[in-house]
Antibody
């Protein structure tokens, strides 16, 4: 069974840092670009970042560019989101998501598998 | 690309038909548009991709249509379990964007 399991969320002060992890199982992890998508309380979905299958190319939403870094460890089937300079408007549930395209690139990001999410709260 | 969904909230009874719209600010001539269902407290679930193809395990009560700048998700024979928020998403270009959602309530 394919599965994604996020961890690392919590309460952090503005300006602080947090690293999220997403452990994948049940599919050939290195064949898929992996994305992070977030959802602020009571709001809609916002795509945040993607890393290609090799881990050497990344793309970010303007709202997090320069503050967040996405990376992956294919030997451990895990994708990470390092979040620095956190702000109150980064408060959200963070989901990792797998696309249906096994090219390893973000050519078509139809997200057919989602994790359960991890909650990040930025507050003093 | 900005996706605008309407209506914001839809309240219907079991057995009725729901029609949800997604309007794009740019022409999505690839038909690279997906629909997701999100139930309260859960992660989104893929329903439709490529505007009209049903994802694995999705009942045929759910159908997608449209092209260009206007897309529609139709749910026939509504069931109580269909309640939730429905989002459209484009993957025609980057960054990928979602609509703001349509909340479906079942009376």
């Amino acid at each position: 069974e394919m599965q994604l399991l996020e961890s690392g969320g919590g309460l952090v002060q503005p300006g602080g840092s947090l690293r999220l992890a997403c452990a994948a199982s049940g599919f050939s992890f290195r064949n898929y670009a992996m994305s992070w998508v977030r959802q602020a309380p009571g709001k809609g979905l916002e795509w945040v970042a993607v890393v290609n299958g090799f881990g050497n190319n990344r793309y970010y939403a303007d709202s997090v560019k320069g503050r967040f870094t996405v990376s992956r460890d294919n030997s451990n089937n895990t994708v990470y989101l390092q979040m620095n300079s956190l702000r109150a408007d980064d408060t959200a549930v963070y989901y990792c998501a797998k696309p249906d395209d096994p090219s390893g690139w973000w050519k078509r990001e139809v997200f057919d598998l989602w994790g359960q999410g991890t909650v990040v709260t930025v507050s003093s | 690309i900005v996706l605008t969904q309407s209506p914001g909230t839809l309240t219907l009874s079991p057995g009725e038909r729901a029609t949800l719209s997604c309007s794009s600010s740019q022409n999505i001539n690839s038909n690279y548009l997906a629909w997701y269902q999100q139930k309260p407290g859960q992660a989104p679930r893929l329903l439709i991709y490529d505007a009209s193809s049903r994802a694995t395990g999705i009942p045929d009560r759910f159908s997608g249509s449209g092209s260009g700048t206007v897309f529609t998700l139709t749910i026939t024979r509504l069931e109580p379990e269909d309640l939730g928020t429905y989002y459209c998403q484009q993957y025609h270009n980057s960054p990928r964007t979602f609509g703001q959602g349509t909340k479906l309530e079942i009376k």
